[in-house]
């Protein structure tokens, strides 16, 4: 902890002097400096931040993306390095290493799942780049590796589907299949905790759970299988809008009606889901947030002013039923 904090101290002392200078002198570009630790924010008063993205598996990701990509911008002091995992975490240390080796003032990740970043991490503390962790958590046991955490609570969301289901539900006796988000992935894991929880006292039994990892074709895919080896499925919870969209694809291939013979839960509430909602084909959708790029703008000019920060910034999701989402979709951002 010290060296990441007498690290932090230089380069908040070190960037606060430049800044001061660069207020007085003509805004010249100014010159990268070699050799650890310092970093060019002292030089030219720009944020270079490394950020490596999970993919681009859904239309959450992709405001999410937008959101980052339209918020660190050159106006508002940033030059942003901006990489897509394509879902593998293999691509993501690799891009991580490659921002350290750039000598990056900050490096910012979603981590496409929970474990297996411990080494990665601690070669950027040792060379006293901070790390701001967005969208998904990693559980490594060393909390000195990352700044800060920013996104939803995931294990909320999934227990407001379930509550949600069994208030509805309850007493019918009904079989739900679940449609999980990337094994391994923080919001899988955690929805899936928090649903079970939320119907625990209900007669709502899970009876089929595979992974779809986010995507509309592997949902589809997925839900064609529960559909062959089920025959009274009443209820879908699918842990974002992607897959329960594949789901609908399936369920209407089968002749089935979405939002009525089965019953759909999921959780993102981006457009297409809203709209599914708005349809009749979705029956209840939980908000995650995709717009994290503010948060982590001020985030990151904190850690690099050297003051201290929230080590988990849990942003606010809220739901919607069918009714709810005929209102919100005209003005939905994303
Ligand atoms: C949740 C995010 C998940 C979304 C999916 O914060 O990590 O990943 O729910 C996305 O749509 O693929
Ligand atoms: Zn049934």
Not at 48 to 63: D, I, K, P
Not at 82 to 91: M, Y
């Given at each position: 902890m010290a060296r990441t904090t007498l690290t932090r101290t230089v380069l908040a002392a070190v960037s606060a002097a430049a800044l001061f200078a660069l207020g007085a002198c003509s805004s010249d570009a100014g010159t990268q400096t070699g050799g650890g630790g310092e970093?060019?924010?002292a030089d030219d008063g720009v944020i270079?931040?490394?950020?490596?993205?999970?993919?681009?598996?859904?239309?959450?990701?992709?405001?999410n993306t937008k959101s980052i990509q339209d918020t660190l911008t050159a106006e508002n002091g940033f030059d942003l390095?901006?990489?897509?995992?394509?879902?593998?975490?293999?691509?993501?240390?690799q891009a991580i290493r490659s921002y350290?080796?750039?000598q990056v003032d900050v490096i910012a990740f979603s981590p496409v799942v929970e474990t297996g970043w411990d080494a990665v991490l601690q070669e950027a503390k040792d060379a006293g780049i901070p790390v701001i962790l967005t969208d998904r958590a990693v559980d490594s046991?060393?909390?000195?590796?990352?700044?800060s955490f920013i996104g939803s609570d995931f294990v909320l969301e999934g227990e407001m589907a379930g509550q949600w289901a069994a208030e509805q539900y309850d007493g019918e006796g009904y079989q739900a299949v679940?449609?999980?988000?990337?094994?391994?992935?923080a919001p899988a894991i955690d929805r899936k905790d928090g649903f079970e929880s939320a119907i625990a006292g209900s007669d709502i039994e899970i009876i089929d759970s595979q992974t779809g990892n986010f995507t509309r074709a592997e949902g589809k895919t997925v839900m064609e299988g529960f559909l062959n080896a089920h025959d009274d499925i009443d209820l879908v919870f699918a842990h974002n809008d992607d897959m329960g969209l594949g789901a609908i694809e399936a369920i209407e291939a089968a002749g089935m009606t979405p939002g009525e013979d089965i019953k759909i839960i999921t959780i993102d509430a981006v457009k297409d889901g809203m709209q599914a909602l708005a349809d009749g084909k979705i029956n209840y959708i939980v908000e995650c947030n995709p717009l994290l790029g503010p948060d982590l703008a001020d985030i990151t000019k904190k850690v690099l002013a050297g003051e201290e920060v929230e080590k988990r910034i849990v942003v606010k999701d809220e739901a919607f039923d069918q009714a709810a989402a005929k209102e919100a979709l005209?003005?939905?951002?994303?």
């Open positions: 970093t060019n924010a270079t931040l490394g950020f490596s993205q999970v993919g681009a598996e859904s239309g959450w990701r992709a405001a390095k901006f990489s897509d995992a394509q879902q593998k975490q293999e691509n993501q240390i350290i080796a750039q046991s060393d909390e000195t590796l990352y700044e679940e449609l999980q988000g990337t094994t391994g992935a005209p003005t939905r951002e994303y």
